[in-house]
C-alpha cells in the first residue's frame, strides 16, 4: 500500500493543474542558459582573445565560416590582391582545415597565385576565322584565299572599253590586246624564244595582274576566310587618263569615288583596310600630290586617310611611305608553263658575251644630279662597252629585238637613275641574263625587296654616283677587277631569279615556278597575317616611323629595331628631292612622259 505524502508537493499541484508547468520553473531554466553562454562569450573575449596566437585563431575561425557560403563574400571581391574562388556548391563540405605542413607551404602557394594571375580577357577578332584556315593540313588553300571585290565596271572594265583615252601619247588599245600583254612578238632576228614574247607596254601592270588574279587557285566569295582582298581598281589607267589638262578636282574623282565606295562595304570593317591591296602599274609619284594647286602633278590617292590603310603595288614605291610596295616593270616575256622558263634559262647560260659592260640610254642634259652624260662617255672611249644611244631619234633603241640583243652579249649593264629612280631597262637586262649595275640604292635595293634578294651582291655591282659625278671613278676598271669566279657566281644568280620577275601568261598558268605574280600575293598575304597576329597579341610597333620606311624593309627575318644605316645619305629626304611632290619627284613623272611619246609609233 503506497504511502501519501503529509504535506503538498509541486508534483501535487501539477497533477491538480491537469499536467501543465509553473512559469517559475521555466524562468529559472532560461536563467541558467543565459549564465552558461555569459561564460561563453567571457571565457572567448577575455581569456582566448589576450592569447598571442588569437589572431590566426579567429583569421582560421573566418576561413572556415567563409568556406560554408554558396558565392564569395563582398569583402574577398572587394579586394583586387586577392584571387576569387569558384563558389562552392551547397552540397559540399567545407574545405578540411589546413594541416601545419600545408600551412608552411602556404607562401609557395601565394606565390603561384601571383604568378598564375586571372586571365586577361582578350578580345575576339572577325579575321580569326581567316587565320585558322591556316591550321587545316589537309586544305591547300588554307591560309592563302583571296577575297576579290566585284568593284562597279567604272573602276575598271569601262576604263579597257575607252582605251583610246588612257594615255595623251600612245594609243593603249593595242598594248590591252591578249589580257593585256600586248601584240605578240615575231622572233625574224632568233633573238627570243618561239612563243611567249609580247611588245608590253611598261604601265600595263595594272590589267595584267587584275587578269593574273582572275587564274589565282586560292580565290574565295566567303571573306570572312581571305587572307588578304583585293582591289581590281585599275589606278595607273585612272590617273593616266587625267594626267594633262585636266584639274585636280576630275584627277580625284575616282580615287574619292572608290573609297567612297569601299568604306561601305562589310569586308572593309574587318581591319579599316589594313588587308586590302590594289596595283597601280605607275610610278608612285603619279599617285602622291602634296597640294591642291592646279599646277601639282598627279591625284592624291595614296594620301587620302583611308587609301593609307590599303597597301598599293607600284613600279616603284616611296622610300618614306609605308603604304606602297614596288613590284617588277613587266618584261617582253611571258611564259605559260614551266618548260618555256627553263629552256630560257638554259639559253642565257650558254650564251657568249663579248661586251664587258653596255649601256642604252639618253643623257639628262637638263638635271645636273644626272649621271647619265658621264656613263655615256666611259662607254664611247671604252673597247669593251657598246652603247646604244636614245636621244638621236633612233627607233632601235624602242625595238626589243635590238635592245635584248645587246643585254644577252654583255657581261655588265649599266642601270643608272631613269626619270625617277627606277627604270624598266634593269628587269630587262636581268631576263637576257645581264649582271645589273646600279647607282642609286633607290633604282632597285629599297624598291623590290620582296623579289631580289636583300644581298644585293650576290646578283649586282653597286657604284655610289657621287664617284662617277666627279670623275674619279672608272666604271671600266671596276667592273674588270671582279673575279671572274664571281662573275660566273652573280651571273647564275642573275638567271634563276629570272622567274620571278617576269609576269606568266594571264591565261596560263606556271606548274610551280612562282612568278612576279606569286611572289607579290605572297607577300601581302604574309604581310596582313604577320600584322593580325599582332593585333591578337598586342604587339604591333608602336615606335615605327615612317620616313624610315626603307630602312624597316631590308630589315632581316627577326630583326626589330633600325638605326643609322650607310645609305643615309641618299635618301635623306631632302626639300627638292623625292619627297616633295612639287618638286623634283613631280618632274620626274612629267619627264616619264617623254618615253611614251617618243613611243606613240
Not at 241 to 263: E, Q
Not at 343 to 348: A, E, G, N, T, V
Not at 370 to 389: F, P, Y
Not at 468 to 485: A, C, F, Q, T
Amino acid at each position: 500500500m503506497r504511502r501519501r505524502s503529509v504535506l503538498p508537493s509541486h508534483h501535487d499541484d501539477m497533477e491538480k493543474g491537469g499536467g501543465k508547468p509553473a512559469s517559475s520553473r521555466l524562468c529559472f531554466l532560461a536563467t541558467l542558459c543565459a549564465m552558461f553562454w555569459v561564460l561563453i562569450f567571457y571565457f572567448h573575449f577575455a581569456v582566448v582573445g589576450n592569447e598571442p596566437d588569437a589572431p590566426t585563431a579567429r583569421a582560421a575561425e573566418v576561413r572556415i565560416a567563409r568556406a560554408d557560403l554558396p558565392f564569395p563574400v563582398p569583402d574577398a571581391a572587394s579586394d583586387p590582391g586577392l584571387p576569387l574562388a569558384p563558389p562552392a556548391r551547397v552540397s559540399e563540405p567545407p574545405p578540411p582545415v589546413a594541416r601545419a605542413e600545408e600551412e608552411e607551404e602556404e607562401p609557395a602557394a601565394g606565390a603561384r597565385q601571383e604568378e598564375e594571375a586571372p586571365p586577361k580577357v582578350v578580345a575576339s577578332y572577325s579575321f580569326e576565322r581567316a587565320l585558322k584556315t591556316a591550321e587545316n593540313k589537309s586544305d591547300p588553300c588554307g591560309g592563302r584565299y583571296i577575297y576579290v571585290h566585284e568593284l562597279p565596271p567604272r573602276f575598271n572594265d569601262d576604263m579597257l572599253r575607252d582605251c583610246k583615252k588612257l594615255s595623251v601619247w600612245t594609243n593603249m588599245c593595242r598594248f590591252m590586246s591578249n589580257d593585256g600583254l600586248g601584240p605578240p612578238l615575231g622572233n625574224e632576228d632568233g633573238v627570243f624564244s618561239n612563243t611567249g614574247w609580247y611588245g608590253t607596254n611598261q604601265f600595263s601592270v595594272d590589267v595584267i595582274f587584275a587578269n593574273r588574279m582572275k587564274q589565282y587557285e586560292c580565290l574565295t566569295k566567303d571573306s570572312s576566310i581571305a587572307a588578304a582582298v583585293f582591289v581590281p581598281f585599275y589606278a595607273g589607267f585612272d590617273v593616266a587618263r587625267y594626267l594633262w589638262g585636266y584639274n585636280i578636282s576630275v584627277r580625284d574623282a575616282a580615287p574619292l569615288d572608290l573609297v567612297d565606295w569601299l568604306m561601305k562595304r562589310p569586308e572593309w570593317n574587318v581591319m579599316g583596310g589594313r588587308d586590302h591591296f590594289l596595283v597601280g602599274g605607275r610610278i608612285t609619284w603619279d599617285f602622291r600630290r602634296l597640294t591642291e594647286e592646279e599646277s601639282d602633278w598627279g591625284n592624291k590617292l595614296l594620301f587620302l586617310p583611308a587609301a593609307k590603310n590599303m597597301s598599293m603595288l607600284v613600279v616603284e614605291s616611296s622610300p618614306w611611305n609605308a603604304n606602297d610596295f614596288g613590284i617588277p616593270y613587266p618584261t617582253y616575256f611571258h611564259p605559260s608553263k614551266d618548260a618555256d622558263v627553263f629552256l630560257w634559262q638554259d639559253r642565257m647560260r650558254s650564251l657568249e658575251r663579248p661586251w664587258l659592260f653596255s649601256f642604252a640610254g639618253a643623257p639628262r642634259p637638263g638635271d645636273p644630279k644626272s649621271i647619265r652624260g658621264q656613263l655615256i662617255d666611259q662607254c664611247r672611249s671604252s673597247s669593251v662597252c657598246k652603247l646604244l644611244e636614245c636621244d638621236l631619234g633612233e627607233s632601235k633603241c624602242h625595238s626589243p629585238s635590238t635592245i635584248m640583243k645587246m643585254f644577252q652579249s654583255s657581261l655588265f649593264c649599266l642601270q643608272p637613275q631613269g626619270d625617277s629612280y627606277t627604270r624598266r631597262s634593269a628587269f630587262d637586262s636581268m631576263l637576257a641574263g645581264c649582271i645589273p649595275v646600279f647607282f642609286h640604292p633607290g633604282s632597285a635595293y629599297v624598291q623590290y625587296t620582296w623579289h631580289l634578294p636583300k644581298n644585293y651582291t650576290r646578283y649586282s655591282v653597286f657604284i655610289p654616283e657621287d664617284g662617277v659625278r666627279s670623275g674619279n671613278v672608272s666604271i671600266e676598271e671596276m667592273l674588270k677587277s671582279v673575279h671572274p669566279d664571281v662573275v660566273k657566281n652573280m651571273r647564275e644568280e642573275v638567271i634563276n631569279l629570272i622567274p620571278r620577275i617576269i609576269y606568266a601568261d594571264p591565261r596560263a598558268k606556271l606548274e610551280t615556278l612562282k612568278d612576279a605574280f606569286d611572289v607579290a600575293v605572297e607577300a601581302i598575304i604574309n604581310k596582313v597575317t604577320k600584322l593580325r597576329r599582332d593585333i591578337i597579341a598586342d604587339r604591333e610597333d608602336k615606335d615605327f616611323v615612317e620616313e624610315n620606311s626603307w630602312k624597316y624593309d631590308l630589315l632581316e627575318d627577326g630583326q626589330q629595331t633600325i638605326g643609322p644605316h650607310e645609305w643615309d645619305p641618299f635618301f635623306s629626304k631632302p626639300k627638292d628631292k623625292g619627297g616633295d611632290s612639287s618638286s623634283s619627284s613631280a618632274e620626274a613623272a612629267k619627264n616619264s612622259w617623254k618615253i611614251e611619246q617618243r613611243d606613240r609609233n
